[in-house]
């Protein structure tokens, strides 16, 4: 599960550049985002970097590996089980999508087989939600602050204590490729 906001466009990109083509674990993305064009085009600009599909999640999506599921303006994405949720509920740090409701609701149902990370971003949000994740037994990640767009983001997630790793763009992608790449552990 990965969490942006301001500047993540481009940590996105740089990310999912290095994917394998046949990804072991399911992938779902919370970028905040509004209605604009350039808003509209994050699936498009996204699927030109990424080795596999990029899709908007829709309500009761199976969670399965093969792609990347990526919340729809003004809903959050949950996990629910085996597949995905969307809600209209209120905002989280004046965010819909928050990044906060994923990490937490994919703690619930995954645990330890969880890998939560955060990028840049202006606001608090996804700091609770590593936590959680971390709580859970799951791996937490989150992009060196020094090198993010917005560091606000990051910045909140070090302060919760609950971060394994802090890392620049290029080693998360490193990282994440090789952790999807198993076959043997199910992340």
């Given at each position: 599960?990965l969490?942006?906001?301001?500047?993540?466009?481009?940590?996105l990109?740089?990310?999912l550049?290095d994917?394998?083509?046949?990804p072991?674990?399911?992938?779902?993305?919370?970028?905040?985002r509004g209605?604009?064009p350039?808003d509209?085009a994050?699936?498009?600009?996204?699927?030109r970097?990424c080795p596999?599909p990029?899709?908007?999640?829709?309500d009761?999506?199976?969670?399965?590996?093969?792609?990347?599921?990526l919340a729809?303006p003004?809903?959050?994405?949950l996990v629910?089980?085996?597949?995905?949720?969307?809600?209209?509920?209120?905002?989280?740090h004046?965010?819909?999508p928050?990044?906060?409701?994923?990490?937490?609701?994919?703690a619930?149902?995954?645990?330890?087989?969880?890998?939560?990370i955060l990028?840049?971003?202006a606001?608090?949000d996804g700091a609770?939600?590593?936590?959680?994740?971390?709580?859970?037994g799951?791996?937490?990640?989150?992009q060196?602050p020094?090198?993010?767009e917005?560091?606000?983001m990051?910045d909140?997630a070090?302060?919760?204590?609950?971060?394994?790793?802090?890392?620049?763009?290029?080693a998360?992608?490193?990282?994440?490729?090789?952790?999807?790449?198993?076959?043997?552990?199910?992340?």
């Open positions: 599960m969490g942006c906001s301001w500047g993540g466009t481009r940590a990109g740089t990310i550049d994917l394998p083509d046949e072991s674990a399911a992938l779902a993305v919370v970028q905040h209605f604009g350039a509209k994050l699936p498009l600009l996204l699927r970097r596999i990029v899709e908007e999640a829709e009761k999506m199976p969670v399965e590996p093969g792609r990347v599921v729809p003004d809903y959050h994405l629910d089980g085996p597949c995905f949720a969307l809600s209209t509920e209120e905002p989280v004046h965010s819909r928050s990044v906060d409701v994923l990490f937490e609701s994919a619930d149902s995954y645990g330890p087989r969880l890998v939560a990028l840049t971003g606001n608090e609770a939600g590593l936590r959680r994740v971390k709580e859970s799951g791996m937490t990640i989150v060196d020094d090198e993010a917005r560091r606000a990051p909140a070090l302060r919760t204590g609950a971060v394994d790793e802090v890392l620049p763009l290029a998360i992608a490193q990282l994440l490729g090789s952790l999807v790449g198993r076959q043997d552990d199910g992340r």
